[in-house]
Nanobody, 114 residues
Framework: QVQLVDSGGGLVQPGGSLRLSCAASGSTFSVYTMGWYRQAPGKQRELVATITGGGYMNYAYSVKGRFTISRDNAKNTVSLQMNSLKPEDTAVYYC????????WGQGTQVTVSS
């Protein structure tokens, strides 16, 4: 069983940066694939980025080169550094963990607007 607490969202102007963080409970954090999904109003939840326990990263095409996912297995945390933010990045961002089943954080709102 894993519990995820995500944080770090907020309001930022286009071109700005935000860093999301997710703290995970549990003693086997390193075996989990971790990641971030997002859901904009009226749209389906979509993958943003994932990172395996071994550090293999996968990004949505729309965020490649702007977002960077990282994890610290010693601290049971995963982070998402978001640079060059665009209005279309506005969404609720959810931390995600997967090992035999999916787990979700409660979500954190990111709003990109001038």
């Amino acid at each position: 069983q894993v519990q995820l607490v995500d944080s770090g969202g907020g309001l930022v102007q286009p071109g700005g940066s935000l860093r999301l963080s997710c703290a995970a409970s549990g003693s086997t954090f390193s075996v989990y694939t971790m990641g971030w999904y997002r859901q904009a109003p009226g749209k389906q939840r979509e993958l943003v980025a994932t990172i395996t326990g071994g550090g293999y990263m996968n990004y949505a095409y729309s965020v490649k080169g702007r977002f960077t996912i990282s994890r610290d297995n010693a601290k049971n945390t995963v982070s998402l550094q978001m640079n060059s933010l665009k209005p279309e990045d506005t969404a609720v961002y959810y931390c995600y963990a997967n090992y035999r089943r999916a787990y979700w954080g409660q979500g954190t709102q990111v709003t990109v607007s001038s």
